[in-house]
């Protein structure tokens, strides 16, 4: 059973445009959010993160957004870089299990010059 | 700062084997997790280990099994593989917070034939 669902498995910006990457959940029950990037032969590396008891976190060229009433959140690259190509996995944990976080399946944006 | 490494990187077996991956944490992380990456499928979670007990545990039936070591390193062990077991496996270390902000290593890719 998916819980968290990336409904785009692949997206094209061209460079200096906004990216944008969507989840969706279905557990009311997740109260914090993370993306990841990974790049082919590494392993994914933790990007941004928000708490259900915010609706926007901004660290520099990357926002991610949450509606809890929709259950869905959102991270928007802005510019976009050749180098922000990559797999972002969406993912989300319960209260007491922080470590076990759901992944959705991934999108893999690629920036092109 | 050492970051996460795994061992072996990419390894053959055949049905009904076992196999050992081992995971070193990063320094000062005590928390490690264990997560199956099939293709095309975002990580699942398997199970955690925090002061060397299994402190969660995911969908994983009890062939898959683990020992975290005093200095915090890690072994997954998976008993009579089939040929779904096949996939990357990745380990995450943690600082002893519950923020879900995993390290993750580069990951063991299994292939079961």
């Known amino acids: 059973d998916q819980q968290v669902k990336q409904n785009s498995p692949s997206l094209s910006v061209q460079e200096g445009r906004i990216s944008i990457l969507n989840c969706d959940y279905t557990?009311?029950?997740?109260?914090?959010f993370l993306w990841y990037k990974k790049y082919p032969a590494e392993g994914p590396t933790f990007l941004i993160s928000?708490?259900?008891?915010?609706d926007k976190n901004e660290d520099g060229r990357f926002t991610v957004f949450l509606n809890k009433s929709a259950k869905h959140l959102s991270l928007h690259i802005v510019p976009s870089q050749p180098g922000d190509s990559a797999v972002y996995f969406c993912?989300?944990?319960?209260?007491?299990?922080?470590?076990?976080?759901?992944f959705g399946k991934g999108t893999s944006l690629l920036v092109t010059p | 700062e050492t970051g996460v490494t795994q061992s072996p990187t990419h390894l053959i077996k055949t049905r009904g084997q076992q196999v050992t991956l081992r995971c070193s944490s990063q320094?000062?992380?005590?928390?490690v997790s264990w997560y199956q990456q099939a293709l095309g499928q975002g990580p699942q979670f398997i199970f955690q280990?925090?002061?060397?007990?299994?402190?969660g545990r995911g969908n994983f039936p009890p062939r898959f099994s683990g020992l975290q070591f005093p200095n915090y390193s890690s072994e997954l062990n998976v008993n009579a593989l089939e040929l779904d077991d096949s996939a990357l496996y990745l380990c995450?270390?943690?600082?002893?917070?519950?923020?879900?902000?995993?390290?993750f290593g580069e990951g063991s890719r299994l292939t079961v034939l």
């Open positions: 557990n009311s029950m997740f109260d914090y």
């Open positions: 280990y925090y002061r060397e007990e299994e402190n």
């Open positions: 320094s000062g992380h005590n928390t």
């Open positions: 993912a989300a944990s319960r209260p007491g299990s922080g470590y076990a976080l759901n």
């Open positions: 928000i708490s259900s008891i915010k």
């Open positions: 995450a270390s943690s600082l002893p917070r519950n923020t879900g902000e995993l390290f």
